[in-house]
């Protein structure tokens, strides 16, 4: 009986995964709060939430990499930049999440897919732009692919941050004094990856979480040198911050 409900509440976020990422412009403010509040009910079950409590870190199997140089100094993309890009193609700083039901520029709710797992916010709200939620899955399909054709391993992106408000931004500037009061993430244009964890789904390649973030390394070069997003290598955050351009 609970496998049946977990099936149909699988087919069910399938739909309101596909209405969120669609042309919902149209709709009224109203069903669009209705949508992506369903959306990220963390009563309706989610199948990509599920992950192995911890990565193997043992018999790793060396990844075949391309160098590009320090990841330090090759993301360094200066904060005007972003926040430049954020002005182009956001919303506007988002002073209050209640705001984000009725933006002429309707965002998308994202959730864990199997390209990337979103882990637990505590400083942001797992809303994007379109154009930065497409980037975004792309960057994670670009990456299953990669190791894929490299020999395998099953591991996962984990997303640590996403759209933040100036309240969620005073609060973590309390804590962590290397947050920007003039941040992208207030625009919706705006996530960060982790390069020093990884999800792993199962144990078949093991791979270590060095040559994972190198390979991340290599996509986001890749996708940086199109034209397509701005980088930076964030070393206290441990992680890959990351505008969409328009």
């Avoid at 244009?189 to 982790?194: A, E, H, K, L, P």
């Amino acid at each position: 009986m609970k496998r049946i409900i977990y099936i149909i509440a699988a087919v069910n976020l399938s739909v309101l995964l596909f209405a969120a990422c669609g042309d919902d412009s149209e709709k009224p403010a109203t069903d669009r709060r209705v949508a992506l509040e369903t959306l990220l009910d963390d009563e309706v079950y989610n199948p990509y939430d599920s992950h192995l409590d911890s990565a193997p870190d043992e018999g790793c199997v060396k990844l075949k990499l391309r160098p590009i140089g320090p990841l330090r100094r090759v993301f360094r993309d200066s904060n005007y930049l972003h926040l430049e890009a954020a002005g182009e193609l956001g919303t506007g700083v988002i002073e209050d999440i209640n705001d984000a039901w009725y933006l002429p520029h309707p965002l998308v709710g994202i959730k864990s897919c199997k390209e990337y797992y979103v882990d637990e916010l505590t400083h942001s709200y797992p809303y994007l732009v379109p154009e930065a939620a497409e980037l975004l899955s792309e960057i994670g399909q670009r990456f299953n692919d990669s190791l894929e054709a490299r020999g395998g391993g099953d591991y996962r992106l984990k997303v640590t941050s996403v759209m933040r408000t100036p309240l969620t931004v005073s609060k973590l500037r309390r804590i962590n004094r290397n947050a920007t009061e003039a941040s992208a993430h207030q625009y919706g244009t705006t996530f960060d990856i982790s390069y020093s964890r990884f999800i792993c789904d199962s144990i078949n390649v093991n791979r270590s979480f060095e040559d994972l973030k190198n390979l991340l390394g290599e996509i986001l070069y890749d996708l940086r040198g199109a034209g397509r997003c701005y980088v930076v290598f964030e070393r206290k955050q441990s992680c890959f911050h990351i505008t969409v351009r328009p």
